[in-house]
């Protein structure tokens, strides 16, 4: 947990109390529903609620046409609720977790999201998603996740579109092997090196002036998650591959930078 200004700031950039480096994510607060002792493929518990009026989702799968997938989630009973993520579980609110054959890609929080085909590797996959409540605790209906599936073919040369966005992805979504950000695209560059559960260099604090542009290139030697609290910013770290993520520092203070399923501490932006 980091102080800035006097005040824990957690996910969504509000005063709240976040969970430190190698403790849960989970907040599990809230009196909604029933919490469970069970929890779901990722370790979150389970929130029990009613069949009747619980939450509901779909995911439908359509190849974009310049490159990869775009999904959407078709829920139901449900609304997206980005500002107030790391909060008490609210009734039928929260944000989404998008898997890859069990392995997490990335934590949503809309409808839309589009999945580049860098991310997903020559065959057949499942693609899953499911709704979270705003503490990170799973809703749950007779003991099972409120998750929705679909089914996706990649193959090597003929993956939707055939070609990319050009040299820099979108802001948040992993670079293709090989290539990097070009240089106006970042004010500051922290590279970052995760292996055998150690972080080189040591974790330091990077200062930037608000406004700028940071662009966090990390390689992990075991795929995991990056999250940059307080933006509440994530993206996919595939084992063995640099991941880029380009982040406009628009709010001042000090945040953490860390993966979640190793819960190491990258570095701290210190924002002025």
């Not at 065959?123 to 709704?131: F, S």
């Not at 409540?133 to 939707?160: C, F, I, M, N, Y």
């Not at 075991?222 to 910013?233: F, P, S």
Request: charged fraction near 20%; hydrophobic fraction near 35%; aromatic fraction near 4%.
């Amino acid at each position: 947990m980091l102080l800035a200004g006097g005040a824990a700031t957690g996910c969504g950039g509000r005063a709240t109390t976040h969970h430190k480096p190698g403790t849960s994510h989970e907040q599990a607060s809230g009196g909604v529903g029933t919490l469970l002792t069970a929890t779901d493929a990722t370790g979150h518990r389970l929130r029990e609620v009613p069949v009747e009026g619980a939450p509901e989702v779909q995911l439908a799968v359509r190849p974009d046409s310049e490159d990869g997938w775009n999904l959407q989630l078709a829920v139901t009973n449900y609304r997206f609720t980005p500002d107030s993520t790391g909060g008490a579980a609210l009734p039928g609110a929260g944000h989404a977790h998008l898997e890859l054959d069990g392995r997490k890609l990335a934590r949503l929080y809309g409808p839309w999201f589009h999945l580049p085909a860098a991310q997903v590797p020559e065959g057949a996959h499942t693609l899953t998603v499911r709704l979270y409540a705003d503490d990170h605790t799973a809703w749950a209906v007779s003991g099972k996740p409120v998750e929705g599936t679909a089914q996706l073919t990649a193959t090597a040369a003929g993956r939707p579109g055939g070609h990319g966005h050009g040299d820099t992805p979108p802001p948040g979504q992993t670079q293709a092997p090989g290539q990097t950000p070009a240089p106006e695209q970042a004010d500051r560059t922290v590279t970052v090196t995760v292996r055998d559960g150690k972080v080189s260099p040591a974790p330091a604090r990077t200062e930037l002036r608000r406004g700028e542009r940071v662009a966090l290139r990390v390689t992990s030697d075991r795929a995991d998650t990056l999250h940059v609290h307080g933006y509440d910013k994530e993206l996919a770290l595939p084992a063995g591959q640099e991941a880029t993520l380009i982040l406009t520092a628009d709010r001042t203070g000090l945040f953490e930078v860390e993966t979640h399923e190793s819960s190491l501490v990258l570095t701290q932006l210190l924002v002025r």
